[in-house]
């Protein structure tokens, strides 16, 4: 019986502190995300075309 009781409280403090981990980790990737997206540009467009024909060893 103590052996379960002492199992959940430190199942408890691990979930205590692994469930806050893992939620900051996303807010820290999703911002990431946010402040990393390349802002939508019409030139953006024919640079990767560009660069995609580059390295296929192709002339653009």
């Known amino acids: 019986m103590l052996t379960t009781a002492m199992a959940a409280f430190f199942a408890g403090l691990a979930l205590d502190i692994a469930v806050p981990a893992v939620v900051l ?3 820290a990737a999703s911002n990431w995300l946010v402040q990393c997206w390349p802002e939508p540009r019409p030139e953006s467009r024919m640079a990767s075309a560009w660069l995609l ?3 296929k060893g192709r002339p653009a």
Do not use: D, E, I
């Open 25 to 27: 980790s996303m807010m």
């Open 53 to 55: 024909q580059y390295r």
